[in-house]
């Protein structure tokens, strides 16, 4: 009896270091599930956004948001992923001083709830654009977006110029140093300027 106890003991031990041992595995390469600021690569810049599969989620509130002949600031974001509810009212300021005849800044949340996505949205006074695509139609299966909050800088012909992973702070100059920092961008601007 002392024998199998004791075996039983060992086996235990082994058992919880060897689910120790893969858990630590596993976040130091994909880091915490649901929030993180690794890269996503597909697709990058140079593709294709899916803008048209917007028509397809749902949008929150009554904001008139053309898409056309615009730079657009596509943020994916949920109400649970903190480092998403950080970034949101700096996103709501940059929109405020971007030129809107040229760029646009959109939300698109990926929560299953659409009453908690618009009760965060009026608490914290975002009014730019967003929609819910909480069965992740745009987010995982065209964008494979595996963690948030993730952003896409899109063209006016509708490519990605950047594919941004984590948290940022956004303001005018960390906007202008990203589309500056492409020279698609650049040529994309056809001479648009953000105002400032």
């Known amino acids: 009896m002392g024998i199998i106890n004791s075996r039983r ?12 041992v893969i858990l630590l595995i596993g976040f130091a390469l994909y880091g915490p599930p649901g929030c993180s600021d690794r890269g996503q690569a597909y697709p990058g810049a140079g593709e294709s956004f899916p803008l048209p599969a917007l028509a397809k989620i749902q949008r929150l509130g009554d904001q008139e948001t ?25 996103l709501q300021k940059l929109s405020e001083t971007l030129d809107r005849e040229k760029f646009a ?16 949205l009026l608490e914290y006074g975002i009014r730019f654009a967003n929609y819910r695509d909480g069965e992740q139609l745009l987010a995982s299966q065209m964008l494979g977006i595996r ?14 110029l950047k594919r941004l992973s984590g948290e940022r702070a956004w303001n005018e100059s960390t906007f202008k140093a990203l589309l500056n920092d492409r020279q698609a961008a650049a040529t994309a601007l056809v001479g648009g300027r953000v105002k400032g």
């Open 9 to 20: 003991k060992i086996f235990q031990a082994n058992g919880i270091r060897s689910i120790s």
């Open 105 to 120: 800044v959109i939300g698109i949340s990926v929560d299953e709830d659409s009453n908690l996505v618009r009760e965060f």
């Open 147 to 160: 963690a948030f909050p993730e952003t896409f800088i899109v063209g006016p012909d509708g490519s990605i």
């Open 66 to 90: 053309g898409l056309n002949d615009k730079i657009l600031l596509i943020n994916f974001w949920a109400t649970w992923c903190t480092p998403c509810r950080k970034e949101m009212p700096d």
